[in-house]
C-alpha cells in the first residue's frame, strides 16, 4: 500500500547538487520520493542517486530514454545497477524497444517500475499538430498507453486530465504518474496540460510530480504538507 507520503514525487531540477540536497534535507520527513531529471543526471550521476539511498528515500530516474532497442536495452543494463524504484523511456521508441526495456528490468532489478512516457504535458493540440500528429493529445495518449500495457511496462507518464479514462482502458494495477501538478493552476510555467494535487489523485492518478511550486516557495515544507493535504483528500474521495 502507497502512503500519502510516498505518492508525492518531488522533483530536484536544480543547477546544483547542494541546493537539491538542502531541499530533500528539509523536507525529506514528509516526502518519501525524489525524481532525478537529465539536467541533475548528467552532472552528477551516481552521486545524486547515492545521497538519496544513504537517506533512504525512493527514486524516480526520469531520463526519458528514446533510442533503438539495442541501444535502450544496454542503456538500461547500466542504469538498472542504481537500482531506482521508476525510470522512464519514451514510448515512441517503439514496441520492440519497450519490450526489451521490460526484459531488462525483470533480469537485473525486478522490483524497478519501468513506465512509458505518451504525450509530454508541455505539448498542446495545436503542437502536436506542428510535429506531424493528426490526433488529439487525449487519443495519441490513449493509443501509447495501450501499447506500453501490451509491450510489458508497469504504466506510463500522463497528464492528470487524462487519468480517469487511461484507468479504465489500461485497469490496475497500469501506473500512472502524472506531472504537470499545481495547487494555483493560474501559474503554470511552461505546463499546457496541468491539474491540482487533489483532482489528479481523486480520479485515480498512482502518482503525482511536483517541482517548482515547491522549489520556489517561500515556504517548501508548507507547501509539501499543503500538497499531502489534497492528496490524502483526493483519495479519500475516489
Do not use: W
Request: glycine fraction near 6%; proline fraction near 4%; include cysteine.
Amino acid at each position: 500500500m502507497v502512503n500519502e507520503k510516498e505518492r508525492l514525487i518531488v522533483s530536484l531540477d536544480f543547477e546544483n547538487i547542494t541546493d537539491a540536497l538542502n531541499l530533500v534535507d528539509l523536507i525529506k520527513e514528509e516526502a518519501k520520493f525524489y525524481k532525478i531529471g537529465l539536467q541533475m543526471y548528467l552532472k552528477y550521476g551516481a552521486k545524486i542517486i547515492s545521497e538519496l539511498k544513504t537517506r533512504e528515500l525512493k527514486i524516480f530516474l526520469d531520463l526519458k530514454l528514446n533510442d533503438i532497442p539495442n541501444t535502450v536495452k544496454e542503456a538500461l543494463k547500466v542504469l538498472t545497477d542504481y537500482s531506482p524504484d521508476i525510470i522512464n523511456m519514451h514510448v515512441l521508441a517503439g514496441f520492440e524497444a519497450m519490450k526489451e526495456a521490460k526484459e531488462v528490468i525483470l533480469e537485473k532489478s525486478p522490483p524497478t517500475k519501468i513506465i512509458g512516457v505518451t504525450v509530454l504535458t508541455s505539448l498542446d493540440d495545436e503542437n502536436l499538430k506542428m510535429l506531424g500528429f493528426q490526433e488529439s493529445s487525449e487519443k495519441q495518449t490513449e493509443k501509447l498507453s495501450l501499447l506500453s500495457k501490451s509491450a510489458g511496462l508497469d504504466g506510463v507518464v500522463a497528464s492528470a486530465k487524462d487519468v480517469k479514462r487511461l484507468k479504465e482502458l489500461c485497469g490496475v494495477p497500469f501506473l500512472i504518474v502524472c506531472p504537470g501538478i499545481r495547487r494555483n493552476t493560474e501559474n503554470i510555467d511552461d505546463q499546457k496540460r496541468v491539474a491540482t494535487p487533489y483532482s489528479a489523485i481523486k480520479d485515480g492518478a498512482d502518482y503525482i510530480v511536483v517541482g517548482r511550486p515547491i522549489i520556489k516557495s517561500n515556504s517548501p515544507k508548507a507547501e509539501v504538507l499543503d500538497i499531502i493535504k489534497e492528496i490524502n483528500k483526493g483519495l479519500m474521495e475516489r
